[in-house]
């Protein structure tokens, strides 16, 4: 139960302006201690920064609003989103693998597969 | 019979309300434990704190944990957790079953949110959606069905006798108590902590829990 009202609390607008803003500011103003944060104050910190990302993906309309109806769905989108962009970065460093055995001589070699 | 729709309609209101107000309660609780690294209460007139432990006191804890550690290997009762798996396969329990089987589970529920996941990205309709989540709710409890038994099973081994003593050994060096509006440690022993009413311990137990482990 503690979880839902941690992630209740996060989710506030009020609240993410204020971590948005110490984040620009590159000054942490959150909680009264400036370092060695509890675990709570950590999982806290999770939260904002989950769902800072999960806002931004909502205005950029790469999902809809509905996700922040249910835990459960913004969950899922954040697995999802987080396995391709694990995705698209493995695939742009094989890219750049490639670009890189071609600029070499200006003989194609191919990359070995990997294992 | 409108008279009953309209009551409740007013009585459905009236537990709305109650529950955002219940909400608010808990939201409100939840900011004042994450304001800073400490958590103060009251117990029986007595101001108590919860706090992170410092570098002598983790010193101090990991010498007790390792005295701790000594003292159960010596004791023939307490299996380490492999050999209690052994053990319940000589018994027709097995363990590395139920542990396979939860794997199998993990990786069951991970595949559901994917789709889930993708499917809030694509915008499909309600029904899609609930359908995933509704078999995430199922296999999330039978994961959990499975997590519990494995628990119950590996109760006594060493690992999890050494684990509670650990979480205890935190919970007396993290509370302080309020003498002469100075700060001290509520306990001067282990066992003196221990000996006292279950609930403060309990209360203790959860606070420490909240700043070291979650």
């Known amino acids: ?8 609390l996060a989710k506030r607008t009020e609240i993410l ?6 984040k ?4 942490f103003e959150l909680f009264e201690n400036k370092k060695d944060l509890s675990k709570l104050q950590d999982s806290f910190l999770s939260y904002l920064y989950f769902y800072s990302s999960l806002n931004n993906d909502i205005s950029a309309r790469r999902v809809s609003e509905k996700v922040l109806l249910d835990e459960i769905f913004e969950n899922a989108y954040a697995y ?17 693998t490639i670009q890189g055995v071609f600029s070499k001589d200006n003989t194609i070699k191919f990359p070995k597969e990997d294992k | 019979m409108e008279q009953l729709k309209k009551e409740k309609i007013h009585d459905d209101e009236v537990k709305k309300i109650l529950d955002t107000m219940s909400e608010e309660y808990q939201i409100d609780k939840v900011s004042e434990l994450i304001k800073d690294n400490k958590i103060e209460f009251e117990f029986e007139e007595k101001q108590y704190r919860v706090r992170l432990l410092n570098a002598k006191e983790k010193d101090e804890l990991d010498m007790v ?20 798996i052994i053990a319940y396969q000589e018994k027709g329990i097995d363990i590395e079953d139920l542990d396979s089987k939860i794997k199998n589970l993990n990786a069951q529920i991970e595949a559901q949110n994917y789709k889930l996941g993708e499917a809030l990205a694509k915008s499909p309709g ?7 989540k509704k078999e995430i709710i199922n296999l999330t409890y ?32 993290c509370l302080d108590i309020k003498v002469e509006d100075k700060w001290v440690r509520a306990f001067d022993k282990l066992d003196t902590f221990m000996e006292q009413d279950d609930r403060l311990v309990n209360l203790v137990a959860m606070y420490s829990l909240y700043l070291h482990y979650r």
Do not use: P, W
């Open chain 1, 80 to 96: 999802y989103r987080n396995n391709m962009k694990e995705k698209t970065e493995i695939d742009s460093n094989k890219q750049r």
């Open chain 1, 17 to 22: 302006n204020l971590f948005t803003a110490a």
């Open chain 2, 65 to 84: 944990r390792r005295r701790k550690f000594g003292q159960l290997l010596k004791d023939k009762d307490i299996l380490l957790e492999k050999d209690l």
């Open chain 2, 126 to 132: 309600d029904s899609i959606l609930n359908t995933y």
């Open chain 1, 24 to 27: 620009d500011m590159n000054c």
């Open chain 1, 1 to 8: 139960m503690l979880d839902t009202y941690l992630r209740k």
């Open chain 2, 142 to 173: 039978k994961l959990h069905e499975l997590t519990i038994q494995r628990g119950h099973l590996l109760e006594y081994s060493l690992e999890n006798h050494l684990q509670n003593f650990v979480a205890q050994a935190i919970s007396y060096l």
